[in-house]
């Protein structure tokens, strides 16, 4: 993969990820769930 790849994968997570915010009552268990899966 190129770091280009790389970078947009990245970005997808992250938009994914961001469907789940109100699973959490607070921002850190919401950071450290895209801590954990990165």
Same mark, same amino acid.
């Given at each position: 993969m190129e770091v280009k790849q790389? !970078?947009?994968i990245? #970005? !997808?997570l992250k938009a994914f990820l961001? !469907?789940?915010d109100d699973c959490f009552s607070r921002v850190?268990? #919401?950071?450290d769930l895209l801590t954990y899966v990165k």
């Open positions: 790389i !970078k947009h990245g #970005r !997808k961001q !469907k789940f850190e268990p #919401r950071l």
